[in-house]
């Protein structure tokens, strides 16, 4: 069993539609967790970081999290085609180093 | 703040031949890391810096692989007499170290190695 695992996609959804990605890791220690967004050829930029159970927004983004089931979801509302990327989780334990998953492919399509 | 500076961007090289790349953090950042990312893969975790110190190292990164950062601020990534599955990109971050498990890492752009 990896340690994050992530639907590979890719994941299709129109212009101005709500994209729901999903994470589930391994570790019940993990503390702090965190959604990358990758363009091809491009390095990870950071888009939310949650540590709490609940949900966290920050504009279109909303982050969801459940220790308990040991899932992270990234909601995003008002799907543009500047979102079509790749969407990393990564999951930190105890120590510093990030897990991260193989990512999900977001396609929008206008 | 300029971000995570990395040099080269792109780096080919013969196998066998010895390379050398060089991360840059954010300037308030105390802690470095490196990670190597091949297609179609996320990142995986190579070694990890506080300050100067090397505090954790992945047992990927064979004896070939070593990393450095001197004085606590750049630090160069070395591969020796590297091998056709070193091919990859090879990617910075940098963190503070306030409020321990929260900070995030930010990402360079990268170092993508080419082996022939």
């Known amino acids: 069993q990896k340690e994050v695992e992530q639907n590979s996609g890719p994941l299709s959804v129109p212009e101005g539609a709500i994209a729901s990605l999903n994470c589930t890791y391994s570790d019940r220690g993990s503390q702090s967790f965190f959604w990358y967004r990758q363009y091809s050829g491009k390095s990870p930029e950071l888009i939310m970081s949650i540590y709490s159970n609940g949900d966290k927004e920050d504009g279109r983004f909303t982050a969801q999290l459940n220790k308990a089931s040991q899932y992270v979801s990234l909601l995003i509302r008002d799907s543009q085609p500047s979102d079509s990327a790749t969407y990393l989780c990564a999951v930190r334990g105890f120590g510093n180093k990030l897990v991260f998953g193989a990512g999900t492919i977001l396609r929008v399509k206008s | 703040d300029t971000g995570v500076s990395q040099d080269p961007r792109h780096k080919i090289t013969k196998r066998g031949q010895n390379v050398t790349f060089r991360c840059d953090p954010i300037?308030?950042?105390?802690?470095l890391y490196w990670y190597r990312q091949t297609l179609g893969q996320g990142p995986e975790f190579l070694t990890y810096f506080q300050n100067e110190a090397q505090l954790e190292k992945s047992r990927l990164l064979s004896d070939r692989f070593s990393a450095e950062r001197p004085k606590g601020s750049f630090s160069t990534l070395e591969i020796q007499r590297t091998e056709q599955g070193d091919s990859a990109m090879y990617l910075c971050a940098s963190s503070s170290d306030f409020s321990y498990s929260n900070q995030p890492q930010h990402f360079g752009d990268g170092t993508r190695l080419s082996i022939l």
């Open positions: 300037s308030e950042h105390n802690r």
